[in-house]
């Protein structure tokens, strides 16, 4: 059973960064994805980005497109997702997700608030 943490969460300024950190255990990624999904107060659960661990490809929301980027680090089994250009519509709960495919995940991390005041 994987297990994933996520930490880098905070409170930052509208046009500022942060960058979220995934630690997974417990599973050899070459075959799955990893993801993020975020909700904010109210509204359901989006999807963020995630990555397909084996060769790196990505995809994006199109609200984050071009402000966000995830990588990994397949030597610390790390999934990162640097934010940058923050909105405070980016506010929200943000969760880290394993799963068999892009955009479809099985496995949830805790959780990190992500606050983006105006």
């Known amino acids: 059973q994987v297990q994933l943490v996520e930490s880098g969460g905070g409170l930052v300024q509208a046009g500022g960064s942060l960058r979220l950190s995934c630690a997974a255990s417990?599973?050899?990624?070459?075959?799955?994805?990893m993801g993020w999904v975020r909700q904010a107060p109210g509204k359901e659960r989006e999807f963020v980005a995630s990555?397909?661990?084996?060769?790196?490809?990505?995809r994006y929301a199109d609200p984050v497109r071009g402000r966000f980027t995830m990588t990994r680090d397949n030597a610390k089994i790390t999934g990162y997702l640097q934010m940058n250009s923050l909105k405070p519509e980016d506010t929200a709960v943000y969760y880290c997700?394993?799963?068999?495919?892009?955009?479809?995940?099985?496995?949830w991390g805790q959780g990190t608030q992500v606050t983006v005041s105006s």
């Open positions: 997700a394993a799963g068999g495919t892009l955009q479809a995940f099985d496995t």
């Open positions: 417990g599973r050899t990624f070459s075959r799955y994805a």
């Open positions: 990555i397909w661990w084996s060769i790196g490809v990505t």
